[in-house]
């Protein structure tokens, strides 16, 4: 009762300067606000880059060929690097904590059907790929076992290959053909869209899945072979290479780690050449979340430096009404005002404007989604060019609200309330009463 | 008879700028309840010191200060307060109204600080108010009020917690002789139905209108006399004629 009517009377005194409420409240509401938004920011970040991550497969480790330095290539004829079908088998059938591994080949060729080009990325692949990289089958199906032990000449369409090539006819039982090898392939399947993985550190570059044709990797290793000649500007280099990738799948995420050391040793004898690189999502994803709680934590002192200028905000405003008020304080002192009840009234001002500037600012937290969207799609609209300069982690940013940042956000702005009006409020309850009833 | 305050011997010192000021040299009197004293005295005399201690908002260097039973010489900051809210009621010559607060809101200030906020209390306000003539205006601030009626709130509010005294400190200082009239009028009211009061002035008219009159000089007690009820009566009269003839 009596709390509640001193609030009351706090809230009437700080409408006696309403201006000078709000300004102060202003500071609280922007640094509560931003707060929240920073963190949101931070979390959508990286929780965007923590799903790129999870989508590779936690329990996976991939293992790719990388092309070695020109250094180190035989200067005449053509050097054969990376992984070979022998360590694939090896890799199978050695290691047990493996669930299942997959060898793939990719080959960047131009598509054709009818008078239809598109450049795109050939894959060779085994039934498996599909589940391991998230692709839906839109109709048809993807590449079976059997077509893989018959090195049946079928292909899987990504859906742009689809659109691409085949606007007004159904891919399915069509042939598409590689005008380099004079090859064609009997469309099986069409995907649904998947969307691009992003380059995520090491030798995992970003893939984008939207162009490519899936065919048998026994198929593509009886037609076109390990050796990939390329014109360009008028030579014809070449390079052997069996496998570009094989991917495994460990059998519990709790034995990847240690599968990777063993992998990691069984490759050690392309450490001369280079390779050959192992890329571990688990740890991936281990790293990016350690960087984001350091961004978190960046970001969250950029915002406690706000809310401490809101708090240096309220504390100037309060010295001014303290001296302002000396002579209500005289007289509520020699009314029968102890002490403490000049400190608890100055302490109840000061914490009604912080929890005010808290509660608003949770409000304009709240609104942090919709408000990124908006301002993307306004700059969208009137700065394309900035917008398409901008790096894909900023525009494409959501924020994500993080739950603990609301009550943190309001338990810090009353914090500051109670810290920063502490000392106007004692000044304020030190004043002789003689003194302070003289005052004009 | 009981008093409502007693003074004996008291002395108060303090350090103005390096150097002693001896405002109160020994002063001695007692206020039995229901009485009315006047504190006269030319500036220096030490009128101010007297009355800061009467309202305990400042301690004797010694010397007793009792009001009722209880020492004030020997009292904390905080039992200060408490008996200011409880034992004292002021009256200002600046009137001294807090400005956010309406008209009941002023005069339950004084119980507030006992934590006493009920329905009950209220209604003892607005009562007060009506009882100062300001039963009509219970949500006016201070600022939309007369000078007079200021002081009429305050009046109301030093009545509030039952006071042993109301300590009236020129209390008409700043009105006009209509409203020093009125003002004066009602402490005599007041004084008539048994409340204790102490006016300290420098107006020898408001003065005569006590039943006893202090003279301080130099921080001693200079005379402490009677007034007579016909020298009373004479300067009720006198205000009452000087305010009804045209200026």
């Keep these: ?440 | 008879m009981r008093l409502a305050c007693s003074v004996i011997d008291l002395k108060k010192e303090y350090v103005l700028k390096g150097e002693t000021v001896r405002a109160l040299r020994g002063v001695s009197f007692d206020v039995p309840e229901g009485d009315y004293v006047a504190i006269m005295g030319p500036s220096g005399s030490g009128k101010s010191t007297l009355l800061n201690m009467l309202g305990c908002l400042d301690k004797p260097t010694a010397g007793g200060l009792f009001l009722g039973d209880d020492n004030v010489a020997k009292m904390t900051d905080d039992q200060l307060a408490n008996i200011r809210s409880r034992r004292i009621g002021f009256v200002f010559q600046s009137y001294n109204l807090i400005q956010q607060l309406t008209v009941v809101e002023n005069i339950q200030v004084p119980l507030y600080y006992q934590g006493k906020l009920g329905t009950r209390e209220r209604q003892r306000c607005i009562d007060l108010a009506s009882l100062v003539g300001l039963g009509d205006r219970l949500s006016h601030r201070p600022t939309q009020l007369s000078g007079g009626q200021q002081q009429r709130v305050a009046i109301a509010r030093s009545m509030v917690n039952d006071p042993y005294f109301i300590l009236a400190d020129e209390p008409t200082g700043n009105l006009d002789s209509r409203t020093t009239a009125e003002i004066l009028t009602m402490f005599d009211k007041l004084n008539e139905e048994g409340r204790t009061i102490i006016l300290v002035t420098h107006e020898d008219d408001v003065a005569k209108r006590a039943k006893r009159i202090v003279r301080l000089r130099d921080g001693l007690l200079q005379s402490d006399v009677m007034n007579s009820e016909v020298e009373r009566k004479q300067a009720a009269e006198a205000a009452l004629v000087e305010v009804s003839t045209p200026a």
């Design chain 1, 1 to 440: 009762m009596l709390w509640l009517r001193t609030i009351k009377l706090g809230v009437k005194s700080l409408w006696l300067h309403p201006m000078r409420s709000l300004l102060t409240v202003l500071g609280i509401f922007i640094g509560v606000a931003s707060v929240i938004w920073l963190l949101a920011i931070s979390e959508g970040i990286s929780k965007a880059a923590q799903e790129q991550i999870a989508s590779l497969g936690a329990d996976t480790i991939m293992i790719r060929s990388v092309k070695p330095p020109s250094e180190k290539l035989n200067p005449q004829g053509v050097t054969p690097y990376g992984l070979t079908r022998a360590e694939f088998e090896r890799l199978q059938t050695t290691i047990p904590t493996v669930k299942s591994a997959i060898p793939i080949r990719e080959i960047r060729r131009q598509f054709q059907y009818k008078s239809r080009n598109l450049d795109g990325r050939l894959v060779g692949c085994t039934p498996e790929y599909m589940e391991i990289t998230s692709l839906v089958v839109d109709r048809g199906h993807f590449i079976t076992d059997a077509e893989n032990f018959r090195r049946d000449t079928n292909c899987v369409l990504a859906a742009k290959v689809a659109e691409r090539l085949f606007p007004y006819e159904d891919p399915i039982g069509k042939r598409v053909s590689i005008p380099e090898h004079s090859d064609s392939y009997t469309v099986v399947g069409v995907l649904k869209h998947r969307n691009a993985s992003a380059a995520i550190g090491g030798s995992l570059e970003a893939q984008d899945f939207s162009s490519d044709i899936y065919i048998p990797i026994k198929t593509l290793q009886q037609r076109i072979g390990d050796t990939i000649m390329t014109r360009a500007g008028g030579f014809m280099t070449g390079e052997v290479i069996e496998l570009n990738q094989i991917t495994l799948r460990v059998r519990s995420i709790g034995e990847v780690k240690q599968t990777a050391s063993v992998i990691e040793s069984a490759m050690s004898s392309h450490s001369a050449l280079e390779d050959v690189a192992v890329v571990v999502p688990l740890e991936l994803l281990e790293q990016a979340r350690t960087t984001r709680l350091m961004f978190m934590v960046f970001m969250g002192l950029v915002a406690a430096i706000s809310l401490l200028v809101g708090g240096i905000g309220i504390m100037n405003i309060m010295l001014a009404t303290v001296t302002e008020r000396t002579r209500e304080i005289g007289i509520r002192r020699a009314l029968g005002a102890r002490r403490d009840d000049i400190v608890r009234q100055f302490l109840v001002e000061t914490s009604v404007l912080s929890v005010i500037g808290g509660i608003t600012g949770i409000l304009a937290g709240l609104f942090c989604r919709p408000a990124i969207v908006l301002l993307r799609e306004l700059v969208e609209h009137y700065y394309p060019e900035t917008m398409a300069s901008l790096p894909e982690v900023v525009r494409n940013v959501t924020p994500t609200i993080v739950p603990e940042s609301i009550p943190i956000a309001f338990g810090i702005s009353l914090l500051v309330g109670i810290v920063f009006g502490l000392y106007p409020a004692i000044r304020a309850a030190q004043m002789n009463p003689i003194e302070a009833l003289r005052h004009e």
